[in-house]
């Protein structure tokens, strides 16, 4: 039996929400984030100055770049938190937002994939090489998620 697959990357395509890009704000840490991306990209920083200037970006690939920026002090345990912190904000966006909770649930067993050349870590670098960090912690989510479902 195969296990259905699906492809997400894109904001404008089937899926588009699961991206981290997605137009859904998140209520984390006493602050609204624009959108999942600025929470995850400004936690990058420990810098409380740098994390607001991040999360006041007008877009989500803005947040993306300034979080990248190798210029701002990184925090010293990025590599070791950046899992947790994408739990974090994937759990405040598929738990704020019912119509997304209900689209995860949707997606049953389905394999869920970030398809992109983009990124290797947390997507599958565009030939199921990477590692689809983010496809997994979605997978790992939708079944907690549907562990608490009230039984119909």
Do not use: C
Not at 32 to 40: A, D, G, Q, R
Not at 48 to 77: C, F, H, N, S, Y
Not at 110 to 121: F, G, I, P, Q, R
């Amino acid at each position: 039996m195969t296990t259905e697959r699906i492809d997400f990357y894109s904001v404008g395509h089937e899926f588009g929400e699961f991206s981290n890009f997605a137009l859904f704000p998140i209520r984390l840490k006493k602050r609204t984030w624009p959108t999942s991306e600025h929470y995850f990209q400004a936690m990058k920083f420990k810098d409380r100055a740098i994390q607001e200037r991040v999360r006041k970006q007008k877009t989500p690939m803005l947040a993306a770049r300034m979080g990248r920026d190798r210029k701002l002090p990184l925090r010293r345990d990025w590599e070791s938190a950046k899992v947790n912190v994408m739990r974090e904000a994937l759990e405040a966006k598929f738990t704020q937002h019912e119509d997304l909770r209900a689209l995860l649930l949707s997606t049953g067993d389905a394999k869920l994939v970030e398809h992109t050349e983009n990124d290797s870590y947390w997507g599958d670098g565009g030939d199921g090489s990477g590692k689809n960090m983010l496809g997994r912690l979605l997978m790992e989510l939708r079944a907690r998620l549907a562990e608490s479902q009230p039984a119909a």
